[in-house]
């Protein structure tokens, strides 16, 4: 069975519920999902992985947060090449720069954003993110 890892941070939950459908269709696909806040996370497990997920809301200024994703994912750059990533957060206010930026430094570490763009909703999930997001984890599952 594949396995998939959702690595993510999130402070007040949108984020951390986006994760949780991620799994879900992770599991529609047979596959099982690992749910992983980002301060317990084993890079070195991803590192060996061929797919996974990764999820952070808009923080800073259009930033990842900075305390635990953003060390986080300094760590997986130039460790990530061929892999498939699927992304995810929520933002409150801005033009969701954030994740622009994410999938473009994804890109640059030679890794395909899954779908060719991050998953992002304003605030708590919707209908229609939650299908988006089984959709993810569903390829994740197919691609791991
Ligand atoms: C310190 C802080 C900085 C934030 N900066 C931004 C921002 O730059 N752009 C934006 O759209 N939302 C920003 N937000 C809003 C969060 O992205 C939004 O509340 C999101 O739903 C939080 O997700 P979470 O529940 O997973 O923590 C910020 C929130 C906080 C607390």
Known sequence: MSKVSI???????NTAAMAQSVADGVKDAGGEAELIPVGSA???SLKSAKAFALGCPSMGAEQLEESEMEPFMSDLDGAIGGKQIGLFGSYGWGNQEWMRDWESRISADGATVV??????VLGAP???TIEA???L???LA???
């Open 7 to 13: 690595v993510f941070w999130s402070g007040t939950g």
């Open 42 to 44: 084993d890079i070195e």
């Open 115 to 120: 779908n060719g763009e991050g998953v992002t």
């Open 126 to 128: 919707t209908d229609d």
């Open 133 to 135: 997001l089984k959709d």
């Open 137 to 139: 984890g569903r390829t």
């Open 142 to 144: 197919r691609n791991a």
